[in-house]
């Protein structure tokens, strides 16, 4: 499959992808809004966790609501933006590299891995993977920085990836570090920090969906130019 359609695979998977989750946090919220209203109305029902044993009445659940709604679905679906996007750029960069493999020519690689290889693709395809995961541990503005390198394709904006690098951030205290705003949070944010180190990180819906914007805008413009450049590169 040529380079330009793998892009275009990839990138209709990705924002398909984005409009489910923001669909389920959109949907999710409410469902629970009509749970107020039909408890208004009368309705009464419990509910039982067999796993937990936890037992609820509609009152109970309705006390919940403050806890599943802003502390759980919206860093859950939150941290699934940001998955989303890295898997979307280092698929992209994996795509870029098989294709054209030169910028690859100078890595040093493992001998056992050679002569195990079925084939050059799959030698290539060890190399840029390897190359990649060592990419994951940098800075998001470096990620940027290597895909420039490999193709020039003038976006996003410096002010897109500072926002980006901050979001990132973000979901990384809320994987890593409960919630707590660290030292790493503060450097990797920069000017865009929210929050000063040891503060809990909040998060609200305009965050969340300013959040969403952001990666489904970069995703759209970055994969426009990168079909825009591989098509151009066609013999």
Sequence with gaps: MPLADDIQALTTGTLA??????????FTKRVWRMLHRIVREGS???FHNQATGTRVNEQTLLDLEQLYVTNYLLSSTFQDFVSLFEDFFFELLRCWLVAYPASLSRKQVDMGMVLDAPDKKAIILAVADHELNELKYR???EWFAYLDRL?????PTADEIETLAEIKASRDVLVHNNGIVNATYVSKAGSRARHMEG?????????????WQTINNVVRDV???????ARASQP
């Design 17 to 26: 992808a984005l409009v489910e989750r923001h669909d389920y946090y959109t």
């Design 44 to 46: 009464r029902f419990s």
């Design 139 to 141: 800075r998001l503005a």
């Design 151 to 155: 193709v020039n394709l003038g976006c």
């Design 199 to 211: 503060e809990k990180l909040t998060m609200i819906e305009q965050y969340h969906r300013e959040s």
């Design 223 to 229: 994969s426009a130019a990168a079909i825009g450049k």
